[in-house]
Every structure is written in structure tokens, then in C-alpha cells.
Nanobody, 113 residues
């Protein structure tokens, strides 16, 4: 069965960095685009970044452009989200998603001011 397991979240001060990982299993990872979403307390879940199956194409929500970088390692069946210059408003549970279907369980990111 499809499994997506996020890791790498935690507590960081504003201006700091974190790298999230999402380990995928149960499907042919290299055939699927992958996405990161986040959900802040009291807010709807929002799309953050996407990467094509080959990694050759990426896109980001405006609020994270030039700060976050999505990447993937198809040999390791893993997608990453490098988050730099973190702001308190980046505080959320971060989820990875296989294209538009399966979700991971999420990892908490908390940015203190």
C-alpha cells in the first residue's frame, strides 16, 4: 500500500532553517509528481510546493518563493523541502502528497519569534 512518512519537523527560531523529508513506499516513486502542503492552526490546508516526477520542474506558492526549495531523490524514494529564513507565519503541520491523491501523516514545524 502507498505510504508517505514525513520527518524533520521541529522548533526553530525565526531566520533559521529546517529540512523536511518524505519517504515514499508502495508505488513507483519516479513515476509521480510530489507536493508539499501545510496547515496552520485555524486555517485551511494550503499547497506549498510541487515537483515533477523527474525533478525537472518545480513551483511554489508566492509566500515561500526564494526561501523554500523542493527536491527529490528517486533512488531513495524521498522528496525534500529545504526551508530557509523561516518566519513565525511558517508555523504549521507540513504534509507531503503524491500528486493529488495520497497524503502523509504530517510533521509539525514551529517557528518562534
Amino acid at each position: 500500500q502507498v505510504q508517505l512518512v514525513e520527518s524533520g519537523g521541529g522548533l526553530v527560531q525565526a531566520g533559521g532553517s529546517l529540512r523536511l523529508s518524505c519517504a515514499a513506499s508502495g508505488f513507483t516513486f519516479k513515476n509521480y509528481g510530489m507536493r508539499w502542503y501545510r496547515q496552520a492552526p485555524g486555517k485551511e490546508r494550503e499547497w506549498v510546493a510541487l515537483i515533477s516526477s523527474t525533478g525537472g520542474s518545480t513551483n511554489y506558492v508566492d509566500s515561500v518563493k526564494d526561501r523554500f526549495t523542493i527536491s527529490r531523490d528517486n533512488a531513495k524514494n524521498t522528496v525534500y523541502l529545504q526551508m530557509n529564513s523561516l518566519k513565525p507565519e511558517d508555523t504549521a503541520v507540513y504534509y507531503c502528497r503524491r500528486e493529488l491523491d495520497y497524503w502523509g501523516q504530517g510533521t509539525q514545524v514551529t517557528v518562534s519569534s
